[in-house]
């Protein structure tokens, strides 16, 4: 077993890099489009865009936007080491983005009658961080 596998001999957790900028505009207020058009690959931007879309009753507006920060985030996992599955800890401040936007994209496919979307992305959640699970369920 080498260092970076956990005990079970699964992968071992994905960490993303930190972008700290857009995370620090978000944190003092700026509206989460100017984020994500400063920076696009912004997770966390993007996340944040779905959940107020669906907070305002904007379901596909927010289906759409939860689903460029996953599919932003599928990329960035990959270029860190994902092999497509393993631990991407919620513990991980920069993960969070991501995570979000997976929670967001399974609420959105819910609301617009898309269960077995839902069903794939509640899962894929729970596989990837128990505490985000519980933490955004």
Same mark, same amino acid.
């Given at each position: 077993?080498?260092?970076?596998?956990?005990?079970?001999? $699964?992968?071992?957790?994905?960490?993303?890099?930190?972008?700290?900028?857009?995370?620090?505009?978000? &944190?003092?207020?700026? #509206?989460?489009?100017?984020?994500? $058009?400063?920076?696009?690959?912004?997770?966390?931007?993007?996340?944040?865009?779905?959940?107020?879309?669906?907070?305002? $009753? #904007?379901?596909?507006?927010?289906?759409?936007? #939860?689903?460029?920060?996953?599919?932003?985030?599928?990329? &960035?996992?990959?270029?860190? %080491?994902?092999?497509?599955? %393993?631990?991407?800890?919620?513990?991980?401040?920069?993960?969070?983005?991501?995570?979000?936007?997976?929670?967001?994209?399974?609420?959105?496919?819910? %609301?617009?009658?898309?269960?077995?979307?839902?069903?794939?992305?509640?899962?894929?959640?729970?596989?990837?961080?128990?505490? #985000?699970?519980?933490?955004? %369920?």
């Amino acid at each position: 077993m080498t260092l970076h596998e956990n005990l079970l001999g $699964g992968p071992p957790p994905t960490h993303l890099p930190d972008d700290p900028e857009p995370r620090e505009l978000l &944190a003092t207020g700026a #509206a989460p489009t100017d984020v994500a $058009g400063r920076y696009p690959a912004s997770l966390l931007a993007w996340a944040q865009l779905a959940d107020e879309a669906f907070e305002r $009753g #904007a379901v596909v507006e927010s289906y759409a936007y #939860a689903r460029t920060g996953y599919h932003r985030g599928l990329d &960035a996992l990959r270029r860190s %080491g994902w092999k497509g599955h %393993g631990p991407v800890p919620w513990e991980h401040e920069p993960n969070r983005g991501f995570l979000r936007a997976l929670h967001a994209l399974a609420r959105a496919a819910q %609301g617009i009658g898309e269960q077995e979307e839902y069903e794939r992305c509640t899962q894929f959640l729970k596989d990837s961080s128990p505490t #985000a699970a519980q933490t955004l %369920g």
